[in-house]
């Protein structure tokens, strides 16, 4: 079977399993004269203002949202110290690393299959009129967005050499055209951690949860086996794409945009910066 064949049957069956086990009926009947067409426009719209909301978010911040800013980039700085010795133990591990494995992180972290995936997501949720399966669709392309174009820009600013080009880790060229010079931050790891986060919200059992986290961080492990990423490019792409979900699934929610229970998380996410951790810090 090819990796794309088996990334897009592993994500559908993921997704069935999502749909059957999960009480995702909407709390209120929906109205038979709510046409598909009607639904698609309401998402669509919402999915831009979502994108607005996360863009302009920093207009408004205030001391402590500025503070964890310069945790997140302390943290990451700091981090550089590992860059090389965590380099060294993945590549050690290159040959012994399973290649279907490496295989479903490259297509899962690929724009054109994730967004392919995430397509058929909502597509159910758009035909069965299922408002959460639709929100979590919703919360992860207007995530997806946002964290590329994040993503995208920074490649460009920064312009950070690539490992695998035999320059060091510390050697950049902003605004550069050479896929070399794009490391930071890392885009298979924005969207898979993005899906994976918007999903893990959906549940309740921690060690379902547990799952979802590993099988998004897939591609960011299969990245640095790879030797295309830096351990702070994975780092770093991880900790704003929980940011992002975190900040539209908040907006989503606070508008009332989708009438559904909302239960209470029992997994939060934390900037955390000291003299024994520095990272990102998940509370059960």
Known sequence: MRPSTLFLFFFFSFCSNFVL??????????????????????????????????????????????????????????????????????????????????????????????????????????ITKNEKVRKTSVLIISSSITTGLIQTISKSVFG??????????LDFKPFSSEAKYHSFPSGHTALSITMAHAIAKQFDNTWTKIGIYTIGAIPPISRLIDDAHWITDIA?????????????????????????????????????????????????
């Open 236 to 284: 770093f792409s991880a900790a704003i794409s929980i940011i992002v979900v975190d900040s539209i699934d908040k907006y989503l929610f606070n508008e009332k945009t989708y009438a559904y229970s909302q239960k209470k998380k029992h997994m939060s996410w934390n900037l955390k910066f000291g003299g024994n951790q520095i990272g990102i810090v998940g509370s059960f």
């Open 160 to 169: 950070r050499a690539r490992p695998g080009s035999d320059l060091d880790h």
């Open 21 to 126: 086990s999960q009480n995702i009926q909407p709390t209120k009947r929906i109205d038979s004269s709510e046409t598909s067409w009607t639904l698609l426009k309401y998402d669509t719209k919402l999915t831009f203002k979502a994108v607005g909301h996360s863009l302009s978010k920093p207009a408004t911040w205030k001391s402590r949202d500025f503070t964890k800013l310069g945790i997140l980039l302390a943290g990451t700085t700091a981090l550089t110290v590992a860059d090389n010795p965590t380099r060294d133990f993945f590549q050690n591990q290159k040959s012994n690393f399973p290649k279907v494995v490496r295989d479903f992180g490259w297509y899962f972290g690929s724009p054109q299959n994730y967004f392919i995936a995430n397509a058929g997501l909502y597509g159910f949720g758009l």
